[in-house]
């Protein structure tokens, strides 16, 4: 795993959307696997900026989302879709077609799960996942005690990450109790992983995940497991390592060609 500490989120952000922004120029037909939530905001802003100002396109890109709300339809204004379409997918040039979250309505929910798994296999696999951090060491929705072999499924989420969500929502009982997810065996499956955690309620999340025993009480720390991992922190969310110095002592002395990106 390489830990990536940051002065503050933007610089975090525009490192991760430097590494993105690279994988896209070396592969114009990139899979990319893509988060929600306020953490990816900022990679989502530099990446429209790189494509608006140094004409990186998109065209050729196929995406994922991890993870959607059940009960939430495609134009309902918290459902997933929706954040993607206003925070990223309007400003890039990727083709809709391409764009692929899963369905919140689906009749059958296995069947769905199921369809979006072997969509990813058509794709040809994931090439590169952007995470983000739950509070409760969650990564896509994979809530405490998911399998860490688990694929796309439906999810209890806990009360303390419907809490986390509900700023997103007019009323708190309006979060939805289940969610449709990747699995932890599914984002495994991903060529390259960038994860991102800013602030200090994420702090002890990061630790776990970094530090921490592997351990389906901490999902995160799955990705110990995983051989290409950059995770980004800031200041805040570094808080609580133990190995912080040699992290960064690690980050200055890399040789050119090891650099991120
Ligand atoms: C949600 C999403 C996760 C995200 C997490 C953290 O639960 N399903 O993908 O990483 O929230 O959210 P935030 O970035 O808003 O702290």
């Keep these: ?4 500490l940051n002065r503050d989120s933007a610089e975090a952000s525009r490192r991760a959307a430097a590494l993105i922004a690279h994988e896209v120029r070396r592969k114009p037909d990139t899979v990319l696997g893509l988060a929600t939530g ?3 905001l900022q990679v989502y802003q530099n990446l429209i900026h790189i494509h608006r100002e140094e004409g990186l396109s998109f065209a050729g890109v196929t995406t994922f989302n991890l993870d959607e ?3 939430l339809g495609m134009d309902h204004p918290q459902s997933y879709h929706a954040y993607m379409r206003e925070h990223l997918f309007r400003h890039l040039d990727l083709s809709p077609g391409k764009c692929h979250l899963p369905n919140g309505l689906a009749e059958h929910v296995p069947e ?3 369809r979006y798994e072997q969509r990813i296999r058509d ?3 994931i090439d590169l996942q952007l995470l983000g951090l739950g509070a409760d060491g969650h990564i896509g929705f994979n809530e405490p005690i998911s399998s860490l072999a688990s694929r796309t499924r439906i999810k209890t989420l806990t009360p303390r990450t419907r809490e986390d969500n509900a700023r997103f929502f007019e009323r708190a009982e309006d979060v939805p109790h289940h969610v449709l997810t990747m699995g932890i065996g599914t984002i495994l499956e991903s060529r390259r ?3 991102l955690a800013f602030g200090e309620a994420k702090a002890k ?3 776990n995940m970094i530090e921490g025993p592997l351990s389906a009480s901490n999902p995160a720390s799955a990705l110990q497991m995983h051989p290409r991992v950059h995770v980004f922190l800031d200041e805040a969310a570094a808080g609580l390592l133990t190995r912080a110095d040699y992290y960064r ?3 200055e002395q890399k040789p050119d060609w090891q650099r991120t990106p």
């Design 1 to 4: 795993m390489e830990v990536i």
């Design 38 to 40: 306020s953490t990816p």
């Design 69 to 71: 709300y059940i009960g």
């Design 112 to 114: 769905e799960c199921d």
């Design 123 to 125: 794709a040809g696999g």
């Design 193 to 195: 992983i960038v994860l």
């Design 205 to 207: 999340a990061a630790a």
């Design 249 to 251: 002592w690690v980050y």
